[in-house]
């Protein structure tokens, strides 16, 4: 697409118009007993002042074994029964993306403030319609993009915020998962359900990679996007047929700015990687296996320069590598970026503030996955 261009604010709604009262003690609750749950549930039981009312999952025998281990008061097979028994404030939604639609309607029906793992809908009209319905409630829809509270994202974002790499000019995020050697991904005898989303299981990955990269663009610079172009490719299509895609690469140009995307499940290691280059250095960050490095102007002059930044670079990968195995023994992941996201969002609820991911940070990604998956936009 190289003439048209993608409004990325286009709408009279906005966070502004919710208006949410303060609820002093909230209670939680949880649909579905998967992975994710779990850290979920860790961070919840971290928060002095929230109560985990109940949890449900089509699997009886999942929801009670999840109650029991995470000591939550009621568990449930049937989660519209948890939303007619359990007096929760805040229901979170992490079931097969397909799903959300239903539930989350069925939650904000019932007068809750809703938490749904990404993407939040399969597209941004599915989207904004959701937002309506609960803005039109007083509710809370938010996205859980744990990923931008992650240390090592954080520390990229206080580079910019000290000037310290200049005006930022590109950002690309790499995400590398050696799914397809293995594991529930690659598993044709039980396709996961992610394979029948749009970007097939890509899609279960993208909203990551979108919304880190729009997080480092600068301000302002998505109001208008100028050109969006992905190349979306089956590397491995005359294997199987399980897989849609299994490799993306995608560039936006946003006014002077640049950002890449790329992904791959055929490579390894697992990375997950970010680097902001702006007009006067560099700050990269990896998350899977957390260190930030910033490559910047020295004071010791044009020829040495080089040699400082990389005894900086030496230092910060040998406390990487220490560090990871300290993370290792003390149990740490790399959703520690969950835990943050979910004791921000619930201090705002119990303010009745804006939460930490709020309207514009979940439009403004789903319109950008919306523009890579668009026909003209693919080569």
Known sequence: MSTATIQLKDTTTTVDSIESPRIDRPVAALIGGGKISEQHLIALRKLDDVRIGGVCDLSPALARFTAERFDVDEWYADYRDMLDQCPADVVHVLTPPATHDRIVRDCLDAGRHVIVEKPIALSNDAFRRLWDDAASRGLWLIEN???????????????IAD???GTVQEVEVRMVLDI???GRYADANLPHPSHRLPAGIIHEFITHLTYLMLEFLPQGSMDVVDSVRAAWRNHGADRDDLFSYDDLDATVLAGAAHGRIRFSCRQWPDCLAVTVRGSDGVAAAEVFHPMTQVITRR???QHLTPLVNSLAEAKAKTRSGFGSIWRKVRNRTAYEGLERFVALTYDAIRKGDVPPVGYDHIDETSRLIDAMLAPENRI
């Not at 509270?149 to 954080?154: A, G, L, S, T």
Request: hydrophobic letters at 25%; zero cysteines.
């Open 163 to 165: 000037g310290r790499i």
């Open 145 to 159: 993009q744990n990923y931008r509270f992650n240390e090592p994202i954080e520390r990229i974002s206080r580079a």
């Open 299 to 301: 004071s010791v002059g």
């Open 180 to 182: 397809r050697s293995g």
